[in-house]
Structure formats: C-alpha cells, structure tokens
C-alpha cells in the first residue's frame, strides 16, 4: 500500500504540503523549536548575538519564540501563496533596520538554521523533497527583501 503521509515533490507546487508534513514531525518530536534554532543561527552568526538587547538569548526561553513562530508562519503562507506576505516582509526589512539588522545574509542563516535543526530532529525522515521545499521557500522570502 503506498504510503499517503509522502507527499510528492515533482513541482514548486507541493511546498507548502512538504512544509506542513515536516512542521508535524517535528511538533511531535520537540515541544520548542526556538532554543536549538537560535544555538544553530548564533553558531553560524556567532556576531549576531550581540543585536538582541531585549531577549537574552543565554536565558530561558534561549531566544524570541514570537519571532520564530512568524518566521514559521511566513515561509507556510508564502508557500501557500498568501498575498500579504511580500509586504509584510518588506516591513519586517524596516523594523529590523531599527535592531542594525540590514545584511539579507542573516535571515538566510536564520531561516536555514531552521530548516537544519528540523533535518536533526527528523534523521532519515528528512527527505531530499523536504530540503528542496525549504530551500526554495527560504529563497521566495528572501526575494522580498530589499537588496540593503
Ligand atoms: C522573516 C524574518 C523575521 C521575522 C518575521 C522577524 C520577526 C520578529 C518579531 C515579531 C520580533 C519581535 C519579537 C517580540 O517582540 O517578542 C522580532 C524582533 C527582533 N528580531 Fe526578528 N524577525 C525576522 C528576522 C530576524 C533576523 C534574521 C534577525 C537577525 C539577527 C532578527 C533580529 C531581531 C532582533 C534583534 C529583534 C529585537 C529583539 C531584541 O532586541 O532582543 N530578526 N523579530
């Protein structure tokens, strides 16, 4: 019997299912994303820990999971196709600048630490079309980004 949990990834199309399928794996396998995403961006950013002055990303709750949750939330709704997003993004471009966060190299890193602690978590279930899918979702969102 095939098995209906795999989604197929043939076209760009399939994301935001692939995103959700990897999104509920990991929600039963981890209570709380945030603490290993922000170790993971602030392994490959080490500097950037020094822009967060209101979250201490040394003490609990290890970074802002209000951030993450819109990350999240923006990479589902752009795979889906959502129009608000390209101007949400443009304003997050804005709010940001006010933290110094300018370079569109950190949310890359961010967005790929994500996608990296999920393929920890995930071992063997991580598939080839999942990588793909966040890859070319992260791509999307970075694209509304001002070049800075
Ligand atoms: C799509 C990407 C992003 C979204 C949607 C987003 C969203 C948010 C939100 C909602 C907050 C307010 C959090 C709260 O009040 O609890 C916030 C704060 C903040 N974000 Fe982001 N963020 C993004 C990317 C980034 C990146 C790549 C960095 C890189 C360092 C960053 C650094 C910060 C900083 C420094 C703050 C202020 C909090 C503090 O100073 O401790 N954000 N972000």
Request: charged share 20%; with cysteine.
């Amino acid at each position: 019997m095939p098995n209906t949990q795999t989604v197929a990834a043939d076209t760009p199309a399939d994301d935001a299912a692939l995103l959700e399928e990897t999104l509920e794996m990991v929600s039963s396998r981890s209570e709380d994303l945030t603490p290993d995403v922000y170790a993971r961006f602030f392994s490959r950013c080490p500097a950037a820990s020094g822009l967060f002055t209101v979250i201490d990303p040394a003490t609990p709750p290890m970074g802002c999971g209000q951030m993450l949750f819109e990350i999240i939330s923006l990479l589902r709704d752009s795979a889906a196709g959502k129009p608000y997003v390209a101007s949400y993004m443009q304003q997050i471009a804005t709010e940001h600048a006010a933290f110094d966060v300018r370079d569109p190299a950190l949310y890359r890193e961010f967005m790929h630490s994500l996608a990296d602690v999920q393929a920890t978590l995930l071992g063997p279930d991580w598939s080839p079309a999942h990588a793909q899918a966040w890859d070319r979702q992260i791509a999307a969102l970075l694209r509304h980004l001002p070049d800075s």
